[in-house]
């Protein structure tokens, strides 16, 4: 079994895209691989054949913070320290299931390789989100991994029984406003995007036009959601202090992938304030469900008490440092 | 080590701002004992303690500084409200501590209280202390106990700036303090803490976490405690510790019943006897209980008013019980004076306006003052900062303890 990683060059990457289109209902972009620096694409062979594959991607890449399903403070405190090198492993996937173990094991070896020879040292994390990186769960403990910081819950909401709960959520203060992406111009985007560094890129301070040009990648990916994504915006201070991103990973079902407020702004309930104009939005299109992630158990109660959401799954991210 | 919450406010030299509005004993500090309805004639003070009132909004400035030393600990209580236990990776050194404490100083700070994690677990615990002092600064530091021997004893003896110490006693039972630490052992070792600390000549306060597995707990503890010269805390475990089962936080009613508790044991046992006190976040404003807490008036949150949190690894809270949503900056990447001095930091207290109040607290009466309570407590409880559901004056009015005059069966 040969091990290597791939350039878009790759004649591989056909049958790559075909897995994950039939496996995952996605493609090798939504992920980032190969189109973004710091996305690093491996894959196992056998008579020349792809067997298996790795997408592992750079945690310092502002475009996954947006789709990462762990709390995004967790690793903060790793990521203060500029000399490591922090990835997640993003999908790990097998060809034949009872391949998975065997493989796994070598593409993280060679990405291990790898990531010796780019950093003075590194970290490599694992969420058991995505299906293939369930099925090789008994490895992670034997590689090294150990569980860090608080599970994420995966929470459910049905908006058929939304309006009951909506009349009881406050408006929001007078002075902010709701606007959906779809009506958005460059003005607000960049305080989106200043106020996204802000948010959550605090301690590693990357250059504002790289947060800029990521978001905006992250914005015209094909599975982002416009329709259901807003900003919210201070009229007194002109300037985004918050934001909801969306996906629509299944036609019907949007995804909630990311929430973020300025600090001062918190500690007022601002997303729950916001909820209702997502809901009646998705209501109108049709669409009944949808999901987010939370680390924090103080959301998931208020989530449930304030609009009946339901807590349909525990994501526990794994760590190994070298 | 459990206690996050701000510093108190109690100490033995009048100093700035503040004012001494009682020459009474302290639990843990602070507070104003208060005048229980019945508790006789003035009475000396158990040890020192004057008892000061939280200096003026105006007089904005870190008074009292909550600093993390480690996020380690030796314990793994349920209701930790950091899930200590092992060090964050890069925690502040020995020298970047001098540096903070030298600009708390300049700030016009006073108070530093060390805790964790557990304070004893670093190892260059002890010279941390030294620097608190060298920086001018008075000294208090809460500590689990496991890590007390006679030899720290002597040393903490031998701190002439050392202004307390408090030890985490949660149970008088063994077996529920060890369960709640996580730990069999932990008991005895708080106890033996709690008692040497004391015949060393330190001032000694215990402070008990309550949740529903202790809550029973209270009437030993006040047996356990009555007529040995240790101040008494009492405080109320927060939601928000990952270990912490929701299902065993303090409903409303038991919140309600720690109140009356304490308020009993006030006019009970005079102060001499049984120094207690809730801690300065329990309830406010109760129209029957009297003061319960460690404050003679309760006056809002502090954080970032008048005192401040400083976690291990740099990262600033205006206090450090609140929840993590709540950092405001590091003093790795500036220097403290700047970040306390930036007019745009701890604006849930500094940028208060009545119109963010919520719920019952919009409407009532203390809420300009109050500000919801603790911000804490508010923001783990129903995810806003302004909306207080534990607070004594709200039960005792939404449950109808109080009478009122427009509802039936109310006086008038
Ligand atoms: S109801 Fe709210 S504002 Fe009024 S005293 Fe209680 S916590 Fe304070
Ligand atoms: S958040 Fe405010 S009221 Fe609560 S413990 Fe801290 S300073 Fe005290």
């Known amino acids: 079994m040969d091990v290597r990683p791939l350039d878009p060059a790759d004649p591989a990457l056909a049958a790559i895209e075909e897995m994950l289109g039939e496996h995952y209902r996605s493609n090798l972009a939504s992920?980032?691989?190969?189109?973004?620096?710091?996305?690093?694409?491996?894959?196992?062979?056998?008579?020349?054949?792809?067997?298996?594959?790795?997408?592992?991607?750079?945690?310092?890449?502002?475009?996954?913070?947006?789709?990462?399903?762990?709390?995004?403070?967790q690793l903060a405190d790793i990521l203060q320290m500029e000399e490591v090198?922090?990835?997640?492993?993003?999908?790990?996937?097998?060809?034949?299931?009872?391949?998975?173990?065997?493989?796994?094991?070598?593409?993280?070896?060679?990405?291990?390789?790898?990531?010796?020879?780019?950093?003075?040292?590194?970290?490599?994390?694992?969420?058991?989100?995505?299906?293939?990186?369930?099925?090789?769960?008994?490895?992670?403990?034997?590689l090294g991994f150990k569980k860090v910081g608080r599970p994420s819950s995966l929470m459910r909401f049905d908006l058929h029984r939304s309006d009951r709960f909506f009349r009881k959520i406050p408006p929001?203060?007078?002075?902010?406003?709701?606007?959906?992406?779809?009506?958005?111009?460059?003005?607000?985007?960049?305080?989106?995007?200043?106020?996204?560094?802000?948010?959550?890129?605090?301690?590693?301070?990357?250059?504002?036009?790289?947060?800029?040009s990521a978001l905006t990648r992250v914005v015209s990916a094909p599975d982002f959601d416009p329709y259901l994504s807003c900003l919210l915006w201070s009229h007194q201070q002109e300037r985004v202090v918050g934001f909801m991103l969306?996906?629509?990973?299944?036609?019907?079902?949007?995804h909630i992938l990311v929430v973020g407020l300025l600090p001062e702004f918190r500690g007022q309930r601002l997303p729950l304030r916001c909820f209702p104009f997502i809901a009646r939005r998705a209501l109108a299109q049709g669409l009944s469900r949808g999901t987010f992630v939370t680390t924090q158990s103080m959301v998931v109660r208020l989530a449930m008490r304030a609009f009946g959401a339901r807590q349909i799954e525990r994501i526990q991210p794994y760590l190994k440092v070298g | 080590?459990?206690?996050?919450?701000?510093?108190?406010?109690?100490?033995?030299?009048?100093?700035?701002?503040?004012?001494?509005?009682?020459?009474?004993?302290?639990?843990?500090?602070?507070?104003?004992?208060?005048?229980?309805?019945?508790?006789?004639?003035?009475?000396?003070?158990?040890?020192?303690?004057?008892v000061i009132e939280p200096p003026e909004v105006a007089d904005r400035r870190p008074y009292s500084v909550n600093v993390e030393l480690t996020l380690a600990c030796n314990l793994r209580c349920r209701h930790c409200g950091s899930s200590a236990g092992k060090p964050r990776p890069d925690e502040l050194s020995l020298e970047e501590f001098a540096t903070c404490f030298a600009e708390l100083a300049q700030l016009g700070g006073e108070?530093?209280?060390?805790?964790?994690?557990?304070?004893?677990?670093?190892?260059?615990?002890?010279?941390?202390?030294?620097?608190?002092?060298?920086?001018?600064?008075r000294l208090v530091l809460i500590t689990n106990g496991m890590a007390v021997n006679d030899e720290v004893v002597r040393r903490m003896a031998a701190m002439p700036h050392l202004h307390r110490v408090g030890v985490s006693l949660d149970a008088a039972h063994a077996e529920i303090h060890d369960d709640l630490r996580g730990r069999s052992g932990s008991h005895a070792r708080a106890l033996w803490a709690l008692f040497s600390l004391?015949?060393?000549?330190?001032?000694?306060?215990?402070?008990?976490?309550?949740?529903?597995?202790?809550?029973?707990?209270?009437?030993?503890?006040?047996?356990?405690?009555?007529?040995?010269?240790?101040?008494?805390?009492?405080?109320?475990?927060?939601?928000?510790?990952?270990?912490?089962?929701?299902?065993?936080?303090?409903?409303?009613?038991?919140?309600?019943?720690?109140?009356?508790?304490?308020?009993?044991?006030?006019?009970?046992?005079?102060?001499?006897r049984l120094p207690v006190a809730g801690s300065h976040d329990i309830g406010h404003h109760s129209e029957i209980l009297g003061p319960t807490g460690e404050l003679a008036e309760w006056h809002g949150c502090g954080a970032g008013l008048y005192t401040l949190g400083i976690m291990s690894d740099g990262r600033i809270k205006g206090c450090l019980s609140q929840h993590d949503d709540f950092i405001e900056d590091n003093l790795r990447h500036r220097s403290l004076v700047d970040i306390w001095n930036d007019p745009n930091l701890f604006t849930r207290n500094r940028r208060f306006s009545v119109e963010q109040l919520e719920g019952f607290c919009r409407q009532c009466p203390y809420g300009a003052t109050c500000r919801a309570g603790c911000s804490n407590v508010a923001y783990t409880t129903t995810g806003c900062t302004f909306d207080n559901p534990f607070c004594f004056y709200r039960i005792e009015q939404e449950d109808g303890l109080v009478a009122h005059p427009d509802r039936p069966g109310g006086a008038g």
Not at chain 1, 246 to 254: D, N, S, V
Not at chain 2, 6 to 22: H, L, N
Not at chain 2, 119 to 133: F, N, Y
Request: charged share 25%; hydrophobic share 40%.
């Open chain 1, 246 to 254: 969306a996906q629509r990973p299944e036609p019907l079902q949007p």
């Open chain 2, 198 to 272: 004391r015949d060393a000549g330190i001032e000694v306060g215990a402070i008990t976490t309550l949740s529903r597995p202790n809550l029973e707990e209270l009437q030993p503890l006040a047996e356990l405690l009555l007529d040995q010269q240790i101040t008494w805390q009492i405080q109320v475990a927060s939601l928000g510790g990952t270990r912490f089962d929701s299902s065993d936080h303090l409903d409303r009613a038991a919140f309600y019943r720690v109140g009356q508790f304490i308020s009993e044991c006030r006019r009970r046992y005079p102060v001499d």
């Open chain 2, 111 to 137: 108070e530093v209280c060390l805790l964790g994690g557990e304070p004893l677990v670093r190892k260059d615990w002890e010279a941390i202390c030294h620097q608190v002092g060298e920086a001018g600064l």
């Open chain 1, 31 to 73: 992920y980032g691989a190969l189109s973004r620096e710091g996305t690093v694409l491996f894959a196992c062979f056998e008579d020349s054949q792809p067997i298996a594959f790795g997408i592992f991607r750079n945690y310092r890449d502002p475009e996954l913070h947006v789709g990462s399903h762990i709390d995004l403070d």
């Open chain 2, 1 to 50: 080590m459990t206690d996050r919450r701000a510093p108190e406010f109690a100490t033995d030299s009048a100093s700035g701002a503040a004012r001494v509005s009682a020459a009474r004993g302290g639990a843990l500090g602070n507070g104003d004992l208060g005048e229980p309805g019945n508790a006789g004639p003035e009475r000396p003070p158990v040890r020192g303690g004057g």
């Open chain 1, 85 to 142: 090198g922090l990835y997640q492993v993003a999908l790990l996937h097998a060809r034949h299931p009872d391949r998975l173990v065997e493989t796994t094991e070598a593409l993280l070896a060679a990405f291990e390789g790898w990531l010796v020879e780019h950093y003075q040292r590194h970290g490599i994390f694992i969420t058991l989100f995505e299906k293939g990186n369930r099925l090789a769960r008994p490895l992670y403990k034997r």
């Open chain 1, 172 to 212: 929001l203060p007078e002075a902010l406003v709701v606007r959906f992406f779809e009506e958005v111009g460059e003005a607000e985007k960049e305080s989106f995007a200043e106020c996204y560094r802000t948010v959550f890129l605090r301690s590693a301070r990357p250059d504002p036009s790289s947060v800029f």
